[in-house]
């Protein structure tokens, strides 16, 4: 499951140095809060397991394209090579605040989880982060993904009725379907 919540971020290590951006979206491969060897991989050598490496190493690299710094000031996505390799390369720990939770949601999607928790994703992103968050998630999501989005806000929500979008309400300490 993949998951980003404001109980999260305060947990996430920040310990000084800190891994870098690609090792803390990494951890999401086996939801851990520590860079394992081989990004998440501890297999050596062939057949399967460099399969397996392969598709990871593409994964990260496909969220830092889709969810980093270029893909925040354009309508497309972001295919600046040097921007994304300085923002990976990156402490975790020296980013912004909007930016350490952008990594976090690109550290709850890297895995292609079947269910993914977004609980108050946007707090502190600026409104490009949000923007190009929004677009991943209405386009670059498997169909057998489900998200549940968890917000104070309808408008927050990336998807339509129209779209399927599915909305339950706690109010008054019970819940409802909401049609």
Known sequence: MGVVSPELFDAFPRRHPGMSVRQAIETGFEGVFV???????????????????????ARVQEMLENLGPPAWTSLNTGLDQQAIHEFASKRFTDLSTGEQRIVLLMRALVGKPPVVLLDEVWSAMSEGMIRAARRYLRGGLDR?????VITHWEDEVPWSVAEGLKRFRLQGGKGQVVV
């Not at 057998?144 to 549940?148: D, G, I, K, P, S």
Request: hydrophobic share 25%; aromatic share 4%; proline share 4%.
């Open 35 to 57: 860079s394992l060897p081989g990004g998440g991989n501890s297999a050596v050598g062939g057949g399967e397991e460099e399969e397996q490496q392969q598709w990871r190493k």
């Open 144 to 148: 057998e993904q489900a998200v549940v």
